[in-house]
Structure formats: C-alpha cells, structure tokens
C-alpha cells in the first residue's frame, strides 16, 4: 500500500524569495515540498483578503503550511480560509502581543509610513529596515534572498506586519523561535520551541536543525 504524501507549502519572509527554503529536505517518501510567492498587493487590500488570495495557489487538501517571519503571520491568516493539518511558523509572532516595543510604537505613531520604501531597488537600505542593522556581512545573503523590490508591496508589507491585530492565535499553532532573534526578541515569545543560538535567519544557517526536526514535527499527533 502506497503512503499518501503530506503535502508542505512554505511561505518565505517580507520580500524573500523561495530560496530561502533551498537547504530544507523532508523525506520524499513521506512529503512533497511546494513553494508560495509574494504577490503584489491590490490597492487597500486587507491582511485577510490578501491571504485568502495566496491560498487559491494551494492544490491539495489537509496541508501543512509554515511560514517564516511575515510569512508567519500571513500563514496564520490563511489558516482562516484553508483546511490545514499543522501550522507551523518560524521566527515569527503569533499576536500583536508578541510584537516588539519599537514596531508598537511605528504604529502608534504611524512612523512606519516613513520608511523610504522606493528605495528598495539599493538593498542596503531595505535590509537594514526589513532585517535590522548589521547589515554588512550579511549583505550577500540579502541579495542572493530578497526577490521582491517593488515600493507598493513593501509599503504595504511594513504596515501589516506592524499594524498587525491579531489577539488570540490557533491553540494549536507551532512556533519556533530562535533565543537570538533581534527583529522579534525572544523575551517577547511564548509558548515556542526555542533554537539555541537561532537568529532571525535561523531557516537558512540552521537548516539542519529544521531537516532533522520538521518531520518529527509534523508527524507528531
């Protein structure tokens, strides 16, 4: 008797590219991998009606849906409009609750519409805005991952991920969270698997990690 695959589509963080997923394997005789892409948003549309767009991209049923960062939470609100078997988000919140101080207060203030966005096409200034500062060394990792540079997704990106107002999450979520996060401290999260020495890059230098862990993960009832 052949096993039915569990089918696991990823969503990649704000203005990442796929790629970031290149060093994730699971068992192909268990799962298949598939891959969800930004798309550009329509004007003034909602969190919610964005995701419920995405989601018209998934093709099977009882799927697995893990996302990392903003793509965290954008799982989490198509996890509103499709069937899922697990949810899993990394480096991610679950709640405006867990967002940081500094992104409250862009939103208090609504600072958050001052950030140069049309500047995005010169990737030092996006990085340091989308993924805080150190920029330097890491410069090339943003530029081999970010693949979406356009001032209207990005603009649109920051304040629903700052404006975020989601109180309570799916009980049955799975988070993972690195204890070195600086975009969304660690202090600030609860109720997590916590990756030592995980950063907010976690999904790409600690791959193998995730290509030991995830199939116990979604395996585990």
């Known amino acids: 008797m052949v096993q039915e695959l569990i089918h696991v589509y990823f969503m990649p963080g704000m203005a990442a590219s796929p790629r970031i997923f290149e060093h994730i394997k699971l068992p192909k005789d268990k799962f298949e991998m598939h891959f969800l892409e930004w798309l550009i948003p329509?004007?003034?549309?909602?969190?919610?009606?964005?995701?419920?767009?995405?989601?018209?991209?998934?093709?099977?049923?009882?799927i697995v849906l893990l996302g990392v960062s903003f793509g965290g939470v954008l799982v989490q609100e198509m996890d509103?409009?499709?069937?899922?078997?697990?949810?899993?988000?990394?480096?991610?919140?679950?709640?405006?609750?867990?967002?940081?101080?500094?992104?409250?207060?862009?939103?208090?203030?609504?600072?958050?519409?001052?950030?140069?966005?049309?500047?995005?096409?010169?990737?030092?200034?996006?990085?340091?805005?989308?993924?805080?500062?150190?920029?330097?060394?890491?410069?090339?990792?943003?530029?081999?991952?970010l693949s979406?540079?356009?001032?209207?997704?990005?603009?649109?990106?920051?304040?629903?991920?700052v404006c975020?107002?989601?109180?309570?999450c799916n009980p049955d979520i799975i988070h993972i969270h690195g204890d070195n996060d600086p975009v969304f401290?660690?202090?600030?999260?609860?109720?997590?698997?916590?990756?030592?020495?995980?950063s907010h890059i976690m999904i790409i230098n600690k791959y193998k990690w995730f290509n030991e862990n995830l199939p116990k993960i979604i395996l585990k009832d």
């Not at 709640?95 to 203030?109: D, G, V, W, Y």
């Open 80 to 145: 509103k409009h499709v069937k899922v078997r697990k949810l899993i988000i990394v480096s991610s919140v679950k709640s405006m609750h867990e967002l940081p101080k500094r992104m409250l207060l862009a939103k208090a203030t609504k600072a958050y519409k001052l950030i140069p966005t049309q500047l995005a096409s010169n990737i030092d200034v996006f990085a340091k805005y989308a993924f805080g500062n150190n920029v330097t060394k890491r410069l090339d990792l943003y530029k081999k991952y």
């Open 148 to 161: 979406v540079n356009d001032s209207a997704y990005l603009s649109w990106a920051i304040e629903q991920m």
């Open 42 to 62: 329509i004007d003034n549309e909602s969190v919610s009606d964005y995701a419920f767009r995405i989601s018209k991209s998934i093709e099977h049923d009882n």
């Open 185 to 198: 401290p660690i202090k600030n999260i609860s109720n997590c698997v916590t990756i030592k020495n995980g």
């Open 164 to 168: 975020w107002n989601q109180e309570t």
